[in-house]
């Protein structure tokens, strides 16, 4: 294996189960690895302390990933506030609304976090975005699907002349194909960083740990979690 090409990807790096699913991935594959996380809303204070944790522990557990990991990149976008449901509602509560989506729902998200993302990649040389977007258990998002974000890499690549690959390792697995994925990148070692220590609670349970991880137990997030989990867990029961 040769290393004349070098190559360079930004991960999209909340703090959650995907998002680090996805850095292992980048991880394993890349040369350089850089992260980039939103600052956006208050309910993902907890994810963002968690992804700092998460960082820490896989440069401490996996050496020849730490050498790899290289910047991390915060952007406050919180003007976000501005355009999502909450704020167009007019509900002071951040509540799950009965579609299941919390109600900071902002259309078109991930069409806004993947242009801001392919501007700094630009800026640092970096030719890859890599985001865990996925078709199989976010139906209802639009923009996760996998002609969208197709359409999206063509639009970077001529938007920027350069170009722009945008990799979403997790589009066609289910949540316990994620837990195995991350079986598979870094053994029990990385499954166990994942419980533990990414976050996915709606909201922003960590003293509530269960088999699957910290949350509250009861919004859809920690359903699908736990769901995901126990599919992985126990293949046998599903
Ligand atoms: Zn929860």
Known sequence: MGDAVERRALVLFSGGQDSATCLSWALDRYTLVETVGFNYEQRHAVELECRQVVLDRIKAQFPNWATRLGADHMLDLALLGQISDTALTQNQEIALKASGLPSTFVPGRNLLF???????????????????????????????????????????????????????????????????????LGGTTLVELIRTETHSCYLGDRTHLHAWGYGCGQCPACELRRNGYEAFAQPESK
């Open 114 to 184: 993947l242009t801001f993302a392919s501007a700094i990649a630009y800026r640092r040389g970096l030719t890859t975005l890599v985001g865990g977007m996925c078709e199989t258990d976010y139906s209802g998002y639009p923009d996760c699907r996998d002609n969208t974000l197709k359409a999206l890499q063509v639009a970077l690549s001529l938007g920027l002349d350069a170009p722009m690959v945008v990799e979403t390792p997790l589009m066609w697995l289910d949540k316990a194909q994620t837990w195995q994925l991350a079986e598979q």
